[in-house]
């Protein structure tokens, strides 16, 4: 058995690229400095992998900021607006990234987008008619030769074409069949030089091949391939595909002349079974991810080695490696201190992932596979109870019906209710719910934290700055108020530590975009909630003031889909238990006198599957009733609103109707307030607070512009139901122009209230 990856994290297990690059960044750091730090990883990144007898270890797969972004500047797609900046190449590719403010000129960053299914993010690439695409870069080379200086001889990855075009931005009028031909030519010039280098084999990655296809697509990535393939020499080319099954091209890729091709076999559902259908060319080597490159459970050997045997069946050649990169889990449990051994035992980060791979082909390599000492303390580890079960909790799940997902009066007749008891203005104002976390909210928490301070201590202080938060939101004239969030560090995180069934890491970083990372907690066991999260600081809010105050919690498919999940049970049994939780502190806010409640599903459509006709059965089904089960047992009076994150609604925007919330709030601006036509032509009932300005920027909008924003949305929705508020929470704003935006927002809002 011969083993490979995909690909490796790189911002180091302490996150020192993260470091490097933030000094280099703000001048406190030299250019050495980093390209030192970048080198040491990338060395030991090599020799770890080496160490555990990895066959094919890639190269190329380090990045100082993103895969996609280094192959659009390896093939010279660099926008003019870049390029005029006349900076040196490392330099441009951190102005596409960041954006550039200096004396050389003032350029936005390039779009950034979730990476397929994933939470990590990719820098979109725009190809504008001018572009000169072709072969400019020498990264890839360059780290082939470095690896190579070190004794390793690597097999470099770079995006394939196909990708590469499907998710590319064209700005002009040329479309991605403009560009085949120079993109051919640009792949071809790699292969070229790969051959000159002794390059074994090369990889190219198609993660676009396991998306819904159509003919046209599946011909241009023919297309492009055969055209690629006709020019590889000596080099043998690996086409990778992740993140799902290839049910769209199976033949197509196995008709073309690749050498390898790598396929899913952990989330491609159908992968197996196309294996078994059509069978695997002979001479071709499959590459086939068996280990789940996601997830940080420990590998089942039992369940492992029985599908490599099944995959032996329908092909000659099998090359064996985790599913996916594993950029997306973090690096070692080796700087995991605090973690009770017990929990430790079942989790595999990346290193430990390496380990397992070279434990499988330990065992396979033995006559007798289950006699192995290596198979048997894998499968005692999986005989035992391996979760903190609940049973109450299981019942609780168990016994749910249809009622317990359905909110009585329906949305009409809870809207007239709501009206009366409120009485708020035409087009009432609010915010999304935090407000700037500065420095000494900050410290407050550090403080307690290092129990430097009491718990008394730390609560004071909170308990302090929302009563001048709730003061200040008085007097410049909200109508529907907020606490504040200071004593929430993250929005997830916050309800995990309160909640039974999580556990945490101390240095599980996985990188998010650029020298961004996301420390999600883990799900272990099953989830409850022994005491109520919020409602002492929500009543205490409310306590002063006659206006309303609205309680604040994060839904149960945002929780669930920024945290790791469990392997042994299904995402939808996850998010039921986690839905349970948030129903029991809603009930618990309303009974203290919280009249509106507000429950965030900022990331509800993180877990949308890949393939539109996944999205109901797979997803959707579950997740939107998990919501209404949080909400469905309020009274008629009580009015539930929630918010959701990132622009594109409009192809679930029905799904999101059907939350039957009382209000929705929604990121909107950064999207040119789209969200607005797809509410109009669907007839949403809920009403809706689509942002009116953007918070992800310190900028102050003035009243005009605000006015503007209104009088499009009144275009298209009800002023009856109209909501005015930022986009999103204030927590990373200022507090100058936080107040600025909010005074300028309220004023716009009674401006044209008097036209009404
Ligand atoms: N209530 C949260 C806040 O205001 C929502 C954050 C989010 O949508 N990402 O910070
Ligand atoms: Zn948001």
Redesign the pocket.
Known sequence: MKTSIIGYPRVGALRELKFASEKYFKGTGTLEQLNQTAAELRASHWKLQKAQGIDYIPSNDFSFYDGLLDTACLFNIIPERYRVLGLSPLETYFAMARGYQGEHGDVKALAMKKWFNTNYHYMTPEIEDSADIRLAGTKLFDEFNEAKQLGITTKPVLVGPFTLLKLAKFTGSKQAKDFVGALVEGYKAVLAQLNTLGAEWVQLDEPALVTDLSHEEIALFAELHSQILAAKGNVKVLVQTYFGDVRDCYQALQSLPFDGIGLDFVEGTQTLALLKQFGFQQGKVLFAGVINGKNIWKNQYKKTLSLIQEIGQHAAQVVTGPSCSLLHVPYTLKNETKLPETTKNYFAFAEEKLQELAELKAITALEYTKSSPLYIANDKLFSGSRFAGDASVQARAAALTDADFTRLPAFAEREQIQRDKFKLPLLPTT????FPQTADVRANRASFKKGAISEEQYKQFNFDKIAQCIAQQEEIGLDVL?HG?YE?ND?VEYFGESLDGFVFTQNAWVQSYGTRCVKPPIIWGDIRRSKPMTVEYSAYANSLTSKPVKG?L?GPVTILNWSFTREDISLKDSALQIALAIRDEVLDLEANQIEII?I?E?ALREKLPLRQSDWQSEYLSWAIPAFRLTHSGVQADTQVHT???YSQFSDIIRDIDAMDADVITF?ASRSDLSIIDSINACGFKTEVGPGVYDIHSPRVPSVDELKQGLGRMLDKIDPAKLWVNPD????TRGEAETWASLKHLIQAAQEVRATL
């Not at 915010?431 to 935090?434: A, V």
């Open positions: 915010t999304i719910g935090s907020v969030e929430r929005m604040m994060t507000q965030d900022a918010h959701m994150c990121e999103c929470g204030l927590k």
